[in-house]
């Protein structure tokens, strides 16, 4: 099966058919240890926000794989899609010991459900993992510069006629990938604005740490595989590799994903230099293990359109008027970026949970073999 059956409507859908699939690996005869990680939250259905979070095989073994998906809620449909799908194929598999496959189904449960790109206090997660040397403060050089333009502070409209023209004259003066690496790189300063890190860990990356802790104790190589979509040529990936990983490890992933490994040098592709990046945080935190991670971005839709509907979202969330979360969430800025991150395209969707597949398995064996 492919494309859109993978694909959940609702955070309450995608997390039930997750603790299915983990009982339908324990039917084939998989050993699977699972675990919902509770927010105290609930989505628009009474649903229990959690970070579910599963263990296939053995950690005995020193060697995992390790899959997480929804870091930016939204994309959690698509991520979730693609875990569905190998959990699906890892049904029809014999039981193994000889490594472990870890699970970590959408780190942001909160945006998912209802329709955020950020968490429940407005912090992207993928600017919270800082290191432990790293302190959460500081903007990106010149984002004072862009700040009134990508953070109105008014309601959105649905069309704004000079957007992308104010957008043309900002690339003009600054160059398209200066200016994607300072919106997009993480900011500390402005609580209501995109792209704001939080001034501390928030609660699911803690809850997450924790149980990660208790977890990679025994193991010594990870291999990680963090699912997001938005950036690039729609329908295709682009794996974007870890800061600060050697010239020998790119070359060697080069060699893996021929045509689809890129540097998060600005200049060098569709990615940008970010802080507090989930893989960061983790290989900073679990440093005695060897860890070779990427971050494989699926393309949607054109850079402005996206960066648009992120901004329209937020200007609602911020500042739009509403009685409570139900009546935000059936705005129609939350049901645009959940389509600038999720297309309804069932050729989208199928390519990315084709790619998705692969390139986990690709990554599995290199693991195995290494």
Known sequence: MEGRYWFSNSYGEAAGRFLLACNDLR????KVANERLELGMTGPAGEPLCIDVAVVGSLNAGKALLSSSGVHGVEGYPGSAIQLAIMS?????????????????VVNPYGMAWYRRFNENNV??????????????????????????????SPPKKKERWFKFKALQFILKYGFNNLKQCIAEGQYEHPRSIQYGGDELELGPKLLIDWLDL????????????LHTGLGPSGFDTLLISAGMSNEDLQYLDNLFPGHVQSLDPNAGVGYQIRGDLHQGLEDRYKDAKWLSVTQ???TF??????????QENRWTQFGNYFDQVEARRHWSREKILRAFNPRDEVWQAKITHRGRTVFSTARDDLLNS
């Open 27 to 30: 039917d084939a005869g998989h």
């Open 124 to 153: 992207d997660l993928n600017r919270n993992f800082l290191k432990s040397d790293e302190e959460y403060s500081g903007v990106p050089e010149g984002y004072h510069s862009v700040n009134y333009f990508i953070n109105p502070q």
């Open 89 to 105: 194929d890892m049904c029809k598999e014999a039981p193994f010991k000889d490594h472990a496959v870890i699970f970590i189904h």
């Open 297 to 299: 971005e699926f393309g």
């Open 302 to 311: 054109k850079p402005l359109d996206v960066l648009f509907a992120v901004r």
């Open 215 to 226: 977890t990679l104790g025994n193991i010594t190589k990870i291999w990680a595989i963090d």
